[in-house]
């Protein structure tokens, strides 16, 4: 382990500054609910093969779409959210919603798996296979609630985008969305 710490002690690492009083994890779920309204605007308007990513500084798309739409879209959504139409920052093909599915059925499985006898889970899988299954159903409602309190914040506040810069090495096309505030 110790080689390991050397290696990292030599690699110079980007240093992020935070303005004073400033709380990155809201930063995080309002760039995150900024990315949806964006996604969710240029979705209705033709482009739905997108997905995105959020951080501290902003937001990625993903996919082919011009800049110019996406600026537009960006724009529209940055107007919305902050007009109270808090519900462009659900997006149905969010990462939470299938983390919070694919939790409820992995842990539907594994409390039906547990034990010691080996030969008895092989006759219990058929009962793990459908209580999962019923679980990941029955959770459909978990991801876009925990979208809502957890990973997005709608109140966006004096948000602003600063930058958007379009970045084409090979496949796929990116886009990324700065933001302040």
Same mark, same amino acid.
């Given at each position: &382990? %110790?080689?390991?710490?050397?290696?990292?002690? +030599?690699?110079?690492?980007?240093?992020?500054?935070?303005?004073p009083?400033?709380?990155?994890?809201?930063?995080?779920?309002?760039?995150?609910?900024?990315?949806?309204?964006t996604?969710?605007?240029? %979705?209705?308007?033709?482009?739905?093969?997108?997905s995105?990513?959020?951080?501290?500084?902003?937001?990625?798309? @993903?996919?082919?779409?011009? !800049?110019? &739409?996406?600026?537009?879209?960006?724009?529209?959504?940055?107007?919305?959210?902050?007009?109270?139409?808090?519900?462009?920052? @659900?997006?149905?093909?969010?990462?939470?919603?299938?983390?919070?599915?694919?939790?409820?059925?992995?842990?539907?499985?594994?409390?039906? &798996?547990?034990?010691?006898?080996?030969?008895? =889970?092989?006759?219990?899988?058929?009962?793990?296979?459908?209580? %999962? +299954?019923?679980?990941?159903?029955?959770?459909?409602?978990?991801?876009?609630?925990?979208?809502? =309190?957890? +990973?997005?914040? %709608?109140?966006?506040?004096?948000? =602003?985008?600063?930058e958007?810069?379009?970045?084409?090495?090979? &496949?796929? !096309?990116?886009?990324? @969305?700065?933001?302040?505030?």
């Open positions: &382990m %110790a080689w390991l710490r050397s290696i990292t002690a +030599t690699i110079p690492l980007p240093t992020i500054r935070r303005p009083g400033d709380r990155p994890r809201i930063r995080i779920r309002r760039n995150h609910a900024l990315e949806h309204a996604l969710n605007i240029l %979705a209705g308007q033709g482009y739905p093969r997108l995105g990513y959020s951080d501290l500084n902003g937001f990625w798309i @993903i996919g082919e779409v011009p !800049t110019e &739409m996406l600026q537009a879209a960006a724009n529209q959504g940055l107007q919305r959210l902050g007009a109270g139409e808090a519900i462009l920052a @659900i997006h149905p093909h969010c990462g939470t919603n299938y983390v919070a599915s694919g939790a409820a059925a992995g842990t539907a499985a594994w409390l039906v &798996m547990l034990g010691d006898n080996r030969k008895d =889970k092989w006759s219990r899988l058929p009962f793990a296979i459908a209580l %999962a +299954t019923a679980a990941f159903i029955v959770s459909q409602p978990l991801g876009p609630w925990l979208q809502k =309190k957890v +990973t997005t914040q %709608a109140r966006i506040g004096e948000m =602003k985008i600063t958007i810069t379009l970045y084409q090495r090979g &496949m796929p !096309t990116l886009h990324r @969305i700065r933001t302040k505030g």
